[in-house]
């Protein structure tokens, strides 16, 4: 192969490489490795398209003291601003984005309601097979689930707790645990984050090894929202096996290159 190729296929090479690397997520409540950043503007939460394609984030930040949120009400403290999902060959990366803190008290006496679990649906059928738990001693835990809570609000978004919408599962009711993963809810909050700079943000950023899911791929749902289901939220990634379009891109660049290294030398014999 001449030099000139060589180098550009080198250079290639190191380019792709430097956008695997930027594509690495440390389970830490620090959304910076996901290109999200705290400047005060909306499109702080945009995030790495190298990383996150359009279709695998979604972003709702909402504001004020008691705002309609969806399905529910509930104001910033019950906001789910913003879901993020990442899958490596290794691991399905989760990273959310809310105005409820961890620490918020689940006594529905006092219309006060705590955080929900991760739900996982495979298939986009409303079934919600697994998920992960985001609270208490088994935070990080990952369960086929049989039977999930429900909220308050039913599919039309008004008050009705005896006929919730069975579209946003809220914790764990009962299940089998398939494994566990890294997670953590940041206990601190930090502001400046989008145009609403003064609210209160809080992350929940988790790691899921995708042993768990054996038997299962393609597109699915991960969902979360608090339990009484003011605000509820959902990205749709898909299982390895289609190749992205970053790295898609970057194979048929080094096609090209290699189709070119092979014609080139048989042009010269037969010269």
């Known amino acids: 192969m001449p030099r000139k190729q060589i180098l550009a296929l080198s250079a290639l090479l190191i380019c792709f490489q430097a956008s695997v690397n930027a594509a690495s997520i440390t389970v830490d409540g620090n959304l910076a490795d996901w290109g999200l950043k705290r400047n005060g503007n909306a499109n ?60 918020t008290p689940d006594n529905p006496a006092a219309n006060s309601y705590g955080p929900g679990d991760f739900a996982i649906d495979f298939g986009g059928d409303g079934s919600f097979e697994f998920g992960v738990e985001t609270t208490g001693a088994n935070k990080g835990k990952v369960y086929q689930v049989v039977a999930w809570d429900y909220g308050l609000w039913d599919t039309d978004g008004e008050y009705n707790p005896n006929n919730p919408d069975l579209a946003h599962p809220t914790s764990i009711k009962s299940g089998t645990q398939v494994g566990i993963g890294q997670l953590i809810y940041t206990n601190s909050w930090f502001t400046n984050m989008g145009e609403y700079i003064q609210d209160k943000h809080y992350v929940i950023e988790a790691a899921i ?42 194979l048929l660049a080094l096609g090209l290159f290699a189709m070119a290294a092979k014609r080139k030398p048989a042009a010269l014999l037969t010269a």
């Not at 930040?61 to 969806?70: A, I, K, P, S």
């Not at 399905?71 to 809310?98: K, M, R």
């Not at 990205?235 to 790295?247: K, N, R, Y």
Request: with cysteine.
């Open 44 to 103: 702080d939460w945009t995030p790495n398209p190298l990383l996150v394609p359009p279709n695998q984030y979604k972003v709702e930040d909402q504001t004020g003291l008691n705002t309609r949120l969806f399905p529910g009400w509930g104001g910033q403290a019950y906001d789910a601003e913003a879901i993020y999902t990442f899958v490596d060959s290794n691991s399905l990366y989760i990273a959310l984005v809310t105005g409820l803190s961890p620490n």
């Open 209 to 250: 090894p995708l042993s768990v899911f054996d038997g299962f791929s393609g597109k699915f749902d991960v969902h979360w929202t608090m339990n009484c289901a003011n605000d509820a939220i959902w990205a749709d990634p898909i299982l390895p096996g289609t190749v992205s379009e970053p790295t898609s891109i970057a």
